[in-house]
């Protein structure tokens, strides 16, 4: 099928399609940017969400538990998980996964996990092409969900509107260590699992670290929610929290700035691809293989190597 | 005070001109490459050795004790710590501080923290570079301190020769998490803190997970070592390891496979900072400045303006 076809099967969120094409994304085919391009006339349209924290938070329940709220709305709802732990890609246990099955058999739903095993390069590049995707399709919702450790996780977490940071009371050691990360991103907290003994000290803490952090009265204080998403308590003050950072982006228009520096660094990634695919043509990869022992053993510096590669290159335009 | 009389300082090993090199390379000054280029003809004598784990696991406690054995047999130490939870990098408890303030006073040791708050972006070079400035200035073994979690920490262990992956019989969950990263890298596991509960089991489930992977005679099986580095328990045998591991590698070649492979991964590091320094000029961030907006709204899809760019880079050479 060629792509114009293939686009026209998304914009009607065919579902087979949608994933047909987020394949070809996640294939990274060199052709999936004519695709996308496609694609791209018709996103914009749908609000993006990250879920990220430490591994046994519960993002993958308070997903759940927010998708089934979503579609009490009627909303239509695309689920990307990245999370390497997440019942969506297949970390977790049975439980979760039968958890799962009730949102995943909702025609109004899409559930598509992301490959992490392996080299994370290009991951959140892909990640962000395969939300343009559902976006396209028409899902209202998009939700990340990936676990807040690496700098790829976080970059995708950055891609969305709201970003929810998801801790539970036992986090102290977590939040300490991933402050500086968690604090760039968070546009809310969820203390999840706030029934356990801790909660109240797991607050103090953030409220701490987030009263250090630089604000004025314009500026958006993330706010810190309590929950027990297992037993679908605090899902609506989530929500509600959600629905007032949105109205807050919309009011401030600070929704098209985020979006805008998102696009950013995206198109950057892009020109960064498309140039390395363009200088390590097999003569330059050659002329790398030929030279980097002479590079080892000290007779001739990286740097010097790089601009003689970089040379090449140009000369050959 | 010029590079070339800063260099000649640093072979020297006058430490305080160490210091101050790995400084310029780590404020990213363009001109670092210059330096970088001086230094590196007396580069390729140290031996690189990549310590890596979550969080608590006692790397830096395991730094400790592994650099005083070292010290011992009159060896050089030079310590670069880029985990946030290290007390190196002013993250940990009190304890740990005074602990290392031992080795901290030796003058055969350098320590120094490499900044991983804000932007990870362009730390696992800064690093490599900062190896060599200390692989210049006479030290024979160099210690990598690095948090297992992030692609940036991952590439920096796969930058040293021997790599000691460090657990601690809690860690189950982190090594299920891991799996594929940090079988990827290790060249060794330590368990740590072996005199508590469960540490049988971490190494069981260690070693299933090694069977599953493709082995043949003659590769390398990664030895799993147990330890308690507070007590000074298990570190003449990771001494032992590491020794074994080298005359493997020597013996096989592999040490400058590897080296090699490493050194590629750098250069096109390096390629792509030059090219990317050279494209975003200003008028092409000025382009992507009035651009973007249309990206966002849909009306101009990223790969586009992406090409765009490309375009006006190369007719502008």
């Not at 991103?185 to 250090?212: C, H, Q, W, Y």
Request: charged letters at 25%.
């Amino acid at each position: 099928m060629d792509y114009i076809s293939l686009s026209e099967k998304v914009f009607k969120n065919e579902k087979r399609f949608v994933s047909r094409a987020i394949s070809i994304i996640e294939s990274g085919n060199s052709e999936s940017a004519q695709l996308l391009s496609l694609l791209h006339k018709r996103t914009g349209n749908s609000y993006r969400i990250g879920i990220t924290g430490p591994p046994g938070a519960g993002k993958s329940t308070l997903t759940n538990q927010l998708t089934k709220q979503f579609r009490k709305d009627n909303l239509k709802v695309g689920i990307i998980a990245v999370d390497p732990t997440s019942p969506f890609t297949g970390g977790a246990l049975l439980g979760d996964r039968v958890r799962m099955s009730e949102i995943g058999s909702d025609e109004g739903v899409f559930i598509r996990s992301m490959a992490t095993r392996g080299s994370l390069g290009g991951l959140s590049k892909k990640t962000i092409d395969a939300a343009d995707v559902l976006d396209a399709a028409g899902y209202d919702v998009i939700i990340f969900e990936t676990v807040g450790v690496g700098q790829s996780e976080l970059d995708i977490a950055k891609a969305a509107d709201t970003t929810i940071v998801v801790l539970v009371p036992e986090s102290g050691d977590a939040i300490q260590a991933m402050k500086a990360g968690l604090m760039e991103i968070a546009d809310m907290f969820v203390v999840n699992k706030s029934d356990r003994p801790g909660s109240e000290n797991a607050i103090t803490s953030l409220n701490t670290i987030l009263m250090m952090r630089e604000h004025n009265a314009e500026s958006w204080l993330p706010p810190i929610v309590k929950a027990v998403a297992s037993e679908n308590k605090g899902i609506n003050d989530i929500i509600n929290e959600i629905q007032r950072h949105r109205e807050y982006l919309e009011s401030t228009n600070l929704i098209l700035k985020k979006r805008e520096a998102n696009s950013k660094s995206r198109i950057k990634e892009i020109v960064y691809d498309i140039i390395a695919s363009e200088i390590w043509n097999r003569k330059n990869e050659e002329d790398l293989e030929d030279s980097v022992s002479d590079v080892v053993t000290g007779k001739l510096s990286p740097y010097n190597l790089a601009n003689q590669i970089i040379n090449n290159f140009k000369s050959n335009l």
